[in-house]
């Protein structure tokens, strides 16, 4: 399989910090990452094209050569191939409250973070917005509280005691935040506790840093 991916993009980090965190609960999923330089407009060109109608990344090649072209039912893919560690949830709740979190750290963290980047300080030079910046806030600030009220009972990890699908999404939004600047409010202490922790991890750090680089 091939992951087409860039480095400073948030969908495609969630994808490799899946894939991290699977390689070191010991799943050894075969995989070639390919880079798509989105400042260069690569995933405009015909061939990127062929694979995502929508010019857009990840995408996840298949040995079949077909494209799975989002990222939530990529890792839901992979994760039926190799499901342990179960990334996802074993039981029928446990899959629901996991998914159900991943959904809403997309919705209103991931992606409204993209947003507030995107029109303050575009990596790939999109005009800044002052009026999409401040809806963005609204939306994400609701999102971070969200998470540091979810987080006040101590726990490591999102959804409890093991990583899953919902942290990858949640740290790759922030990350995405960082490098545009955005500084969560401190007050929100256990969020901050569980980005500091979850960072920290070596396989987190060693994903991450191909982001950060792009931050200096
Ligand atoms: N819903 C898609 C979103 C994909 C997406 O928006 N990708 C962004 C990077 S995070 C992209 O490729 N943007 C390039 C562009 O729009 O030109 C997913 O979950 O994979």
Not at 41 to 46: A, H, I, K, M, Y
Not at 173 to 185: A, H, Q, V
Request: aromatic share 8%; hydrophobic share 40%; proline share 7%.
């Amino acid at each position: 399989m091939k992951l087409y991916y860039s480095h400073i993009a948030p969908n495609p980090t969630k994808i490799r910090l899946y894939l991290a965190e699977k390689a070191i609960g010991g799943a050894q999923i075969p995989m070639t990452e390919v880079l798509i330089d989105l400042r260069a407009g690569e995933q405009n060109s015909p061939d990127h094209t062929v694979r995502n109608y929508f010019q857009s990344v990840p995408v996840l090649e298949l040995d079949d050569g077909s494209y799975l072209i989002e990222s939530l039912p990529a890792m839901e893919y992979l994760e039926e191939l190799y499901p342990m560690p179960s990334l996802v949830g074993r039981t029928a709740i446990e899959r629901a409250r996991i998914r159900q979190l991943e959904r809403i750290a997309e919705t209103r963290v991931l992606n409204p973070l993209a947003r507030f980047v995107h029109s303050t300080r575009s990596p790939l030079g999109l005009h800044p917005s002052p009026e999409i910046a401040e809806s963005a806030l609204k939306t994400l600030t609701k999102g971070l509280s969200f998470f540091d009220q979810l987080l006040t009972d101590g726990r490591q990890f999102v959804t409890g005691e093991q990583p899953s699908i919902a942290d990858c999404t949640l740290a790759a939004g922030l990350n995405f935040g960082r490098y545009g600047g955005f500084e969560c409010d401190p007050s929100l202490a256990n969020l901050e506790r569980w980005d500091r922790s979850y960072r920290a991890r070596p396989h987190v750090r060693e994903a991450l840093a191909s982001v950060s680089i792009w931050a200096t």
